[in-house]
């Protein structure tokens, strides 16, 4: 038993202090990456997050999907999905949970966070105060548990603010912006007017379920029970639940951080409003038997304070693709600002202009330009309104908290500031080390002088010869122009064969196309153009271009839209190969051509889109000439995906026993080796709501063991489904030799790799 007596004045609360190397205020998607990406270099860290869970916007909590450069494969942006952490939280969430359930998303990044000795977590506790040393850094933050009645006084030289309200810098008196800039500040045309308004509101969702039985609702009595008169809802389909319903927002003119208390309240009045009108209007007769399953309690917050750092990214960073010297992560997500009347306006829910491709993000966006040793994590990053419409979304905010990670690790190993990285050669240290963990940074590529594999003489089992793909797959009706992506490193593209089914005498147009910068993969320049006489039957044709390709780029041979025509596709798949098609996701996008008004500087092209598996079928195709894209040297190229090529050793697809072994003339001690998988960076892993049919990516090797010299086995993975292996031994491997066996997952997949690193 415990007994205290009555104490005069107050008692003080239970007090802890926690010193580590770095303090991240907000577990969010960011702040959980930048946490896990921090321990993993030695980085002692103490993650503190408000909620009873991490992911924020990601969480159970809120049930948003986790996306970013990929946008809902609806952009041209091929193979964006974000590397490093966030790869292997989506990878697994993909493995386990196909079904995309949000509590299993939970439990994953839960695990991944407690597996890292290095970190210290404190859920439901939230940062209220802290004290600075001198006017510009940070000295500790106070923050509160409510669950075990704490305060935490937490030390450490460098801080992270990922708390999406910007808390930290706050309350340092960091600079930050609030709105929309203006037209002029930044030469921005996409800047909205005050009819629009200047901020993005929040949303809550809800899900249904059936019981197989009549469910009554009675509405509560804060209920809008108006809502059919709200513009938005007269599209509304009974089928829509979870982040689907993104459009039921609000918030837009009103304070969203001093505020969200209101807002919260204003969107459940229209939530169960929905909800009553579903029941109770006799508008919906298949809802009888449903019931709500759940509704939001905390909104999904779009945006709030924006910090500045010493650079700050605008619309012509994103849409111009201008490249930077300290480029550490990548964006790709729609332009996308939403109207400030949200479900209240007549407005669309938003308004989505995208660039020709990804834009890299520097790191000087990362940091505050007055609290010295203040980064900047999540949707905090130094950007104008209109910039941070696509930097918002959560998978670049992770990327970009990976970056501010590693940042962080060599401050602590040096003794700096987050500043201090741009002197000397530390920005060069800092991409590579990014990269080596499967950071994605456009137009960089690893250079390690340390890699063993770098020295080694390259065996392989067999490499892929690209003469075409096999003519056993669907026909596909030409209804939408389709193009056959086929990497070119130079010179012609050689003569192509196809088959095509008709039962009319028609013409089948065909074109080569580029896109006028390499990398991206907007096919807006036709080369050359053909046309076909095509009889009916099933017939088989060949034709060829007279264009040379001038520099390594992936070609696009096109084939305009024919209702009469089907081409014949191939069941075979192979890592960097794709088929799209000029059309249209209704998530991101209103039609298969952009064409912004004019002066608001945004690009006209066309969208060239691929299908998902189990669809999305190469074309079946014979070609005159054979290419080799996939050689064993791309092993050690330093780029983990496809560019300009496919940067991938693929083994023959007969290869029964595909292997590669790295040779030295003198033994070597290795301590450490990496392999870099294909988990098909085309596909977005939407982490909740949206099912996938697949768990694990037809491209990934299935299982794979490490011999020495003498045969001896020295690692063994009998499971595998991540993109990145990395492989420790307990004591060095001295030896002359390392190979590599694989076993492929797909008997119409061939084996690939990536890249293969060995340390000693």
Not at 93 to 116: A, F, H, M, Q
Not at 241 to 262: A, F, N, P
Not at 403 to 412: E, N
Not at 596 to 610: A, K, M, N, Q
Request: glycine share 8%; proline share 5%.
């Amino acid at each position: 038993m415990k007994k205290e007596n009555f104490v005069v004045g107050k008692r003080k609360l239970k007090t802890d202090t926690i010193v580590s190397d770095l303090v991240i205020v907000g577990g969010g998607l960011a702040g959980t990456c930048c946490a896990i990406t921090a321990a993993r270099q030695g980085v002692k860290v103490t993650l503190i997050q408000d909620r009873p869970v991490l992911g924020g916007n990601g969480s159970s909590e809120v049930r948003l999907w986790i996306l970013g450069a990929t946008s809902h494969m609806g952009n041209n942006n091929r193979w964006a999905r974000e590397g490093g952490v966030v790869d292997e939280i989506l990878v697994e969430n993909l493995y386990r949970n196909p079904e995309g359930n949000p509590l299993i998303l939970d439990t994953i990044l839960i695990e991944k966070v407690s597996l890292e000795p290095n970190i210290r977590l404190l859920l439901n506790t939230v940062a209220y105060d802290l004290t600075k040393k001198g006017n510009d850094q940070i000295e500790s933050v106070l923050a509160f548990c409510s669950q075990n009645s704490t305060e935490y006084l937490l030390k450490a030289p460098l801080f992270v603010d990922a708390s999406g309200d910007g808390i930290l810098g706050f309350l340092a008196g960091a600079a930050f912006r609030m709105g929309a800039e203006s037209k002029e500040e930044f030469d921005e045309g996409f800047a909205p007017d005050q009819t629009y308004g200047e901020l993005l509101g929040h949303s809550l969702y809800f899900y249904s379920k059936d019981t197989g039985q009549p469910v009554r609702f009675v509405p509560p009595s804060y209920a809008n029970t108006e809502i059919s008169k709200l513009p938005r809802f007269r599209s509304f389909n009974l089928k829509e639940q979870g982040c689907s319903l993104w459009w039921v927002e609000y918030g837009g003119r009103k304070d969203t951080i001093h505020e969200s208390e209101e807002i919260k309240w204003e969107l459940w009045r229209v939530i169960y409003g929905i909800w009553h009108h579903i029941k109770n209007s006799g508008e919906y007769p298949d809802s009888g038997n449903l019931t709500l399953e759940w509704v939001g309690t905390i909104p999904g917050k779009r945006e709030s304070r924006r910090f500045e750092g010493d650079f700050m990214l605008t619309q012509k960073d994103l849409v111009e693709q201008r490249p930077y010297f300290d480029a550490v992560s990548f964006g790709g997500w729609a332009l996308d600002l939403h109207p400030a009347d949200g479900v209240y306006g007549e407005k669309p829910g938003c308004t989505q202009w995208h660039s020709k491709g990804v834009y890299q993000i520097p790191y000087r966006t990362m940091y505050s330009k007055n609290i010295k040793n203040l980064f900047l994590g999540g949707r905090l990053i130094s950007a104008s309104h209109v910039a941070f419409g696509s930097s918002r979304v959560m998978a670049t905010c992770a990327h970009n908290g990976q970056a501010v990670a590693m940042a962080a690790a060599i401050c602590v190993s040096q003794n700096l500031l987050p500043a201090d990285i741009l002197e000397k050669d530390r920005i060069r240290e800092l991409q590579m080390r990014l990269i080596k963990t499967d950071q994605y940074i456009p137009n960089f590529r690893l250079e390690d002088d340390l890699d063993l594999a770098k020295s080694a003489q390259i065996i392989s089992s067999s490499e892929l010869e690209l003469t075409g793909l096999p003519f056993d797959g669907p026909w596909h009706s030409l209804d939408f122009s389709m193009a056959q992506m086929i990497p070119i490193s130079a010179g012609a593209v050689p003569e192509m064969k196809i088959q095509v089914k008709s039962e009319v005498k028609s013409k089948l147009c065909v074109e080569l196309r580029i896109s006028k910068k390499p990398g991206n993969y907007t096919p807006e320049v036709i080369l050359e153009k053909l046309e076909l006489d095509i009889q009916p039957g099933e017939k088989f044709y060949s034709f060829d271009f007279q264009k040379e390709i001038l520099s390594p780029q992936y070609t696009f041979v096109t084939f305009v839209a024919n209702t009469d025509l089907m081409l014949k596709c191939s069941n075979t798949r192979i890592t960097g190969l794709l088929t799209v098609f000029n059309k249209f996701n209704k998530s991101v996008a209103t039609s298969s051509r952009q064409d912004p008004p004019e002066g608001i500087g945004i690009d006209s092209f066309e969208f060239w889109v691929p299908d998902r598996r189990p669809k999305g079928h190469n074309l079946a195709f014979e070609l005159g000439q054979s290419l080799f894209p996939f050689i064993k040297e791309n092993i050690r190229n330093g780029i983990f995906r496809p560019t300009t090529q496919p940067n991938a050793w693929v083994a023959s697809l007969e290869d029964p026993n595909p292997a590669i072994t790295l040779e030295w003339s003198l033994k070597q001690a290795i301590s450490e080796v990496q392999i870099c998988f294909d988990t098909d960076f085309d596909h977005p892993m939407e982490s909740t709501l949206m099912g996938h049919p697949e768990s694990e990516i037809p491209f990934c090797a299935k299982s794979f063991k490490i011999t020495d010299n003498s045969g001896r086995e020295v690692y063994q993975q009998k499971e595998n489904h991540q993109t990145i292996q990395k492989v420790r031994f307990q004591e060095p491997v001295i030896t002359s030799s390392l190979t590599f066996e694989f076993e492929k997952r797909v008997e119409s997949v061939p084996l690939s790799v990536f890249g293969i690193s060995c340390c000693s």
